[in-house]
């Protein structure tokens, strides 16, 4: 990556996030680098980065123990701390900010709809789980390569082209809540989802059946907190995913009125 271009994503970095919000990103880097591990801001609020959009959801990986790291950042940064044993993961919530700190991690899918097993791995293991290329990038925010952008699926690519598309094959089996997220951010943006993820929507939407209701409703909440909920819904019936859920459940004229 040139060094313009991180110039520019730590111009950004700097930009969007309150003051002391990048003083606990900075000092988390420094924790980190103190012992010898790597921190990075993954996902969705690096895509937001890149897009110049604000987010409030950050979302840092470090490759070592983020138990330990939670508990040095809380302990010079006053905040409510929720710790996740079984998924390696801690969520931090200051100044109305929520900060997810996780263990770089592998995850094994026992069944379609089921919650994840875990694995210690690297961050690039960690990006390979995720959903699709656009939330598969990561920012280094710790030692000398701070503000370098990790891309080794083609995520920039994707965002730069107004895409989405699935990571692996077995992914909307694996996790069909992905279905849903695929047809938000679709909406959100502007984008597309490609045709080979689009293929896959319709060989892997009867999964869908196989997720619990708080999940089922936990999506719904999502669509409807999204600035346009009418036109995701337009489109996952158009993809006859609502009908995986219920048969009779349509979206018409009256249904865009109601939002309206």
């Given amino acids: 990556m040139e060094s313009s271009d991180r110039a520019n994503i730590i111009s950004r970095l700097?930009?969007?996030l309150p003051g002391e919000i990048l003083h606990?990103?900075?000092?988390?880097?420094?924790?980190?680098?103190?012992?010898?591990?790597?921190?990075?801001?993954?996902?969705?609020?690096?895509?937001d980065l890149l897009l110049g959009l604000p987010g409030k959801d950050i979302d840092l990986v470090v490759e070592g123990d983020s138990h330990s790291l939670t508990l040095e950042i809380a302990d010079h940064f006053p905040s409510k701390i929720t710790l996740h044993e079984r998924?390696?993961?801690?969520k931090l919530s200051i100044k109305g900010f929520t900060v997810d700190i996780a263990a770089a991690r592998k995850e094994l899918y026992t069944h379609p709809g089921a919650l994840p097993l875990v694995q210690a791995g690297t961050l690039k293991d960690d990006l390979k789980r995720r959903d699709f290329t656009i939330n598969a990038m990561a920012v280094v925010i710790s030692g000398e390569e701070y503000g370098q952008l990790i891309d080794p699926l083609g995520g920039l690519t994707d965002l730069k082209a107004g895409v989405i598309r699935i990571l692996h094959p077995v992914s909307f089996r694996d996790d069909p809540t992905r279905i849903f997220r695929a047809i938000r951010y679709e909406q959100r943006f502007g984008f597309k989802i490609e045709p080979g993820t689009l293929v896959l929507i319709e060989e892997y939407k009867k999964f869908i059946r196989s997720l619990?209701?708080?999940?089922l409703r936990y999506e719904f909440e999502c669509i409807f907190n999204e600035q346009n909920?009418?036109?995701?819904l337009i489109r996952a019936f158009r993809l006859s995913v609502l009908a995986e859920i219920f048969t009779g459940l349509l979206v018409d004229e009256i249904t865009i009125q109601w939002f309206k």
Avoid: H, K, W
């Fill in 14 to 16: 700097s930009s969007s």
């Fill in 24 to 47: 606990l990103l900075n000092q988390a880097g420094t924790y980190c680098t103190r012992r010898g591990e790597r921190l990075y801001i993954a996902g969705g609020m690096v895509r």
């Fill in 87 to 90: 998924f390696r993961t801690a």
């Fill in 212 to 215: 619990s209701p708080d999940r």
């Fill in 229 to 232: 909920p009418e036109e995701i």
